[in-house]
């Protein structure tokens, strides 16, 4: 009976993590382990194992939108996958020998990093004047998209490949560290340092978070975080929430939406760094 | 249901002769926008893997789900205390006893396993296109990802 019930209960709520990460824009596991952890009690290591696997359920099934649409850079995003992949390994390494408190301080930080960037505007759409780095014209990195909004092509060149790369690699950490996909910090790298147009990088970052995933999830797997009595129903709830969610999109005015969520995701954030400090007996 | 995708999924790179197979070596039909980069066998590989993977991701929810009700029905996990099986041959094992966290255990590695399928597949158009430094660098990314199953195990 009380299996019956967890089961059905850790669906519901990562229906609605599914459903809020996808109209949010940041992912249903970074909305995942606070949850999980807080709400229903479970060791860290296990939300993050459940947050892995749903990003990966996630992202491989939305992967046929991120090709068709030909605005994913998909060389850059193998060529980064370099550092993306290393990244998560040593991440899920670093995680498995470091207390767990330092994980849920981490996580707290992240969340709130996450939070604010989330409501950060860009710039500019279109980065003008920028020159590809030798390594981008060795690699053939430039390319072009169809850009529907402004209905024109749009040609773009690719700035500090090395910096972009070491970026991913820090996205890639966490990723392993955390279990979490990390698309803030990969479109973070590709748009500062790299400079690519805003699509091209939000793009080509969905496009990456899976790979990403895969390298650390095979860790997790061996190490047993990938607990099938949690990782189940969470995958399955979140696979389901991000298909209504990305539904809802069209119809939603999103940023309401964020500045609604602003502090529910910072006192969550709070409460992950009390945990992680011992404070709260989680 | 679940049967119906199993045989789409063996069907997709079958000899059908329908689009998915071919695609990858055959002549490129709509030429409308080349994808960036220019490799147009790698976007048309890339869209065929894609869709390859969206039926991965069907029929792997299918058997956690399988498993999931199993578990529901049974009331039990088929593992003492909270154990579950966290090797490839442990997993094997339950499955053959139909223990309900073997199945959802099989279902969890299914969906690990379909980005390194998307890799695998890279390796193979960069391969098809002859670009070297494409191949070392998909090459590098798929020892990466086969490694960390056998990190974990060493117990490292």
Known sequence: MTTTWLVLALMA????????????????????????????????????GASLVSVIATSSGAAVAYVRDKISNIRIGMFLEIATTTGAVCGAFIAAHVAVGWLNIIFGIVLAFSTFSMLQKHATELPEGVRSHPWARRLRLAGSYHDTRLDRDVNYEV?????????????????????????????????V?????????????????????????GYYFAK??????????????????????????????????RLVFVPVLLAAAVEMLLSGFGVRGV | MGADERGQDAGAPGPTGAPPGPAGVAAPAGREHVAPGGGDHLFRMELVISRVLQIGVLVSAAVVAIGLLLLLIRGHSGYPRQGFPTTLAGVAAGVGQARPYAIIATGLLLLILTPVLRVAVGLVAFVLERDSTFVTVTGYVLAVLILSFFLGRSGW
């Open chain 1, 193 to 217: 340092f790299m400079r690519l147009p805003f699509k091209v990088s939000s793009s080509t970052s969905n496009f990456m978070i899976g790979v990403t995933a895969a390298a650390s999830a």
């Open chain 1, 13 to 48: 709520v990562s229906v609605l993590a599914g459903v809020f990460g996808a109209l949010l824009g940041i992912g249903g596991g970074i909305l995942l382990i606070p949850v999980l952890h807080i709400l229903f009690r479970v060791p860290t290591h296990t939300a993050m």
């Open chain 1, 224 to 257: 047993g975080w990938i607990d099938p009595g949690v990782s189940a129903p969470v995958a399955l709830g979140v696979l389901i929430g991000a298909m209504l969610g990305t539904r809802l999109m069209v119809r939603m005015r999103s940023h309401t939406l």
């Open chain 1, 159 to 191: 700035a500090g490949v090395p910096q972009g790369l070491g970026m991913m690699y820090v996205a890639g950490m966490l990723s392993g560290l955390l279990g979490i996909g990390s698309g803030t910090f990969k479109v973070l790298g590709m748009d």
